[in-house]
């Protein structure tokens, strides 16, 4: 059964600490591998997309990375901020699966002054 | 831009109501996406469109959920008739030339609760 799974369930830093998500899954083959931040009470932002031959993509203080060897990616979140206080998605598409998507549970951070 | 747009924000109906969600999405773009999103389930993808026409709805729970594109620029989620699990936040997404790759723009949703 294709899987998407996300650790921790949730998380407290400081802010200006760095930080880092994981996600694991099972689906196989992927087309895409999609990481998204849900501020509370907003729709989805796309932070990143790779696809299964790329290994790492960034976008600002936030670094994806994507081992297609052992099925794990991770968002890394550099000098974090009190605005990256939100829930990070972690979404895989499957090959040939068009718009076919497994969201992950998401990863609620929190970011203490 | 005004970016994807929905309505109503928030709807509150009782079970067995007929409910209408729609949304327009960004000018330009050609694929269009209705997600719900439940503390249980989280995000699910119910259908989307490319070019207003219905690719996949295989996500469409049951037959009382229909979806529809008239033209480009408008889209309705229909819920006849609504039950108290539909509960939820409904979210429409737009994405432009529809690759699978292509990034999704999602507008502020539409909490539904059906009591």
């Known amino acids: 059964k294709n899987q998407v799974e996300q650790s921790p369930q949730s998380l407290i830093i400081l802010e200006g600490k760095n930080c880092t998500l994981q996600?694991?899954?099972?689906?196989?083959?992927?087309?895409?591998l999609r990481w998204y931040k849900q501020d509370t009470g907003r729709g989805p932002v796309s932070l990143t997309i790779m696809t299964f031959s790329e290994n790492t993509k960034s976008n600002g203080r936030y670094t994806a990375t994507l081992d297609a060897d052992t099925k794990q990616s991770s968002l890394h979140i550099t000098a974090s901020q009190l605005s990256d206080s939100a829930s990070y998605i972690c979404?895989?598409?499957?090959w040939g699966g068009g718009f076919k998507t497994i969201f992950g549970a998401g990863t609620r951070l929190f970011v203490k002054a | 831009d005004a970016g994807v747009i929905q309505s109503p924000r928030h709807e509150v109906t009782e079970m067995g109501q007929e409910v209408t969600l729609r949304c327009k999405p960004i000018?330009?773009?050609?694929?269009l996406f209705w997600y719900r999103q439940t503390m249980m389930r989280g995000l699910e993808l119910l259908i989307y469109f490319n070019n207003n026409v219905p690719i996949d709805d295989s996500g469409m729970p049951e037959d009382r959920f229909s979806a529809k594109m008239p033209n480009a620029s408008f889209s309705t989620l229909k819920i006849q008739p609504s039950e108290p699990r539909d509960s939820a936040v409904y979210f429409c997404a737009s994405s432009h030339v529809g690759g699978v790759q292509e990034t999704q723009y999602f507008g502020p949703g539409t909490r539904l609760l059906v009591l």
């Open positions: 979404v895989v598409s499957p």
């Open positions: 996600c694991n899954y099972t689906v196989s083959p992927f087309s895409n």
């Open positions: 000018s330009g773009h050609n694929s």
